[in-house]
């Protein structure tokens, strides 16, 4: 009988882990020498696994279309305002006080939103890991705020379902071209047909380009420098320096933890 996290016709029933992730990486490597360059160069990327629940579908609410730093900074005043991120708390909180803390004002309606559906009892989101995807996807995407992405970014990270592909995704466009070597960026089609090739661990994938994506960004954003007398990088001025080590924490580079926007 085959195992459930086996490469073969059948889909990848178990959420995805360290040692699943690192099978998957082998197998997407031997099939697509593009990914597998982009392993070697870089390394395998990380599981970037998130815990699922409230916090964690509020904090990608947050990260819609903006940097990760961005949304970091507002989870954390979303935070400080409500005590705790949980859905009584930002229920209590309301609208008027997110947005004070500085959540723009149609986020601010979003988390309370789904913090009154979890708080009535309309929403389970324990119950959600153990829907099929397709389940889960249609659910979400019934929650003010949820589009496909931010279903599909909960159902890859926080589920950790090893074949679900984000479309809408610019950092995966951008990846794919410069691994792919393409001349133009790819639509949101294209790239998903393109994803079609690496199932059933398109979710693999993903978290190859990213890394891809992460590791490129760091070294166009000040990674590589001329070297100083003593033969090390030359210090970045004190205020790229702020700003780098703010992206290191917010977001992965090349061995760092975090989830790219």
Known sequence: MRSPVDVGAARPLRPLDSRSLRRAVRTL????????????RLGPPPLWARRP???TLVRIILEQQVSLASAAATYRRLRAAAGRVTPARVAFAGEASLRAAGV???????????????????????????LPE???RSR???????????ADIYLLMALR???????????????????????????D????????RWAPWRAAAARILWHAYLCQRRQSDGGLRPASRAGRPAPAPAGRRRRQEASRRATPGCRTRGIPS
């Open 161 to 187: 379902r090893p074949d679900v592909w984000p479309r809408g995704d610019l950092a995966l466009a951008r990846a794919a071209q410069h691994v792919k070597r393409l001349r133009r960026l790819p639509d």
């Open 104 to 130: 723009t004002r149609q986020k601010a309606v979003y988390c309370c939103a789904l913090a009154r559906e979890v708080t009535s009892g309309r929403l389970a989101l324990a119950a959600l890991g153990h």
């Open 134 to 136: 397709t389940a889960v």
């Open 189 to 196: 089609d294209a790239l998903s047909g393109m994803a079609e």
């Open 140 to 150: 979400l995407l019934q929650l003010p705020g949820v589009g496909p992405w931010t």
């Open 53 to 55: 629940g409230f916090a």
């Open 29 to 40: 490597a031997a099939r697509d020498p593009d990914l597998a360059a982009a392993v070697a």
